[in-house]
């Protein structure tokens, strides 16, 4: 049974930085397109940063050049999140998930492959 597992989050004050990390177990990483994705406060969750088999990678536009997806297949079967210069719209429940495809963009497609984590908190704020 697939389990993912997000954490990193914290409470930061805007321009700060979080690495936020994704474990999976019962899966390997390196065979899925994986995404994250977040839930801002009253809003639907929304995709944020995709990496597909190949590595190419692309992000949603209210988080490009600040946030960097990655991932570490070899040992630690982790999925990242890197997120700089935080604004407190980045305010969230963060989480991962693999996507059931994404558009010649680059761009998920509404669905998710695997079931969601619990998920971890970011708050910008000052």
């Known amino acids: 049974q697939v389990q993912l597992v997000e954490s990193g989050g914290d409470l930061v004050q805007p321009g700060e930085s979080l690495k936020l990390s994704c474990v999976a177990s019962?899966?390997?990483?390196?065979?899925?397109?994986m995404a994250w994705y977040r839930q801002r406060p009253g809003k639907k969750r929304e995709w944020v940063a995709i990496?597909?088999?190949?590595?190419?990678?692309?992000y949603a536009d209210s988080v490009k050049g600040r946030f960097t997806i990655s991932r570490d297949s070899d040992k630690k079967n982790t999925l990242y999140l890197q997120m700089d210069n935080l604004k407190p719209e980045d305010t969230g429940v963060y989480y991962c998930?693999?996507?059931?495809?994404?558009?010649?963009?680059?761009?998920?497609?509404?669905?998710?492959?695997?079931?969601w984590g619990q998920g971890t908190q970011v708050t910008v704020s000052s």
């Open positions: 990496i597909t088999l190949g590595d190419t990678t692309n």
């Open positions: 998930n693999s996507p059931r495809g994404y558009r010649t963009d680059f761009v998920p497609v509404v669905g998710e492959v695997l079931g």
């Open positions: 019962g899966m390997t990483f390196s065979s899925y397109t």
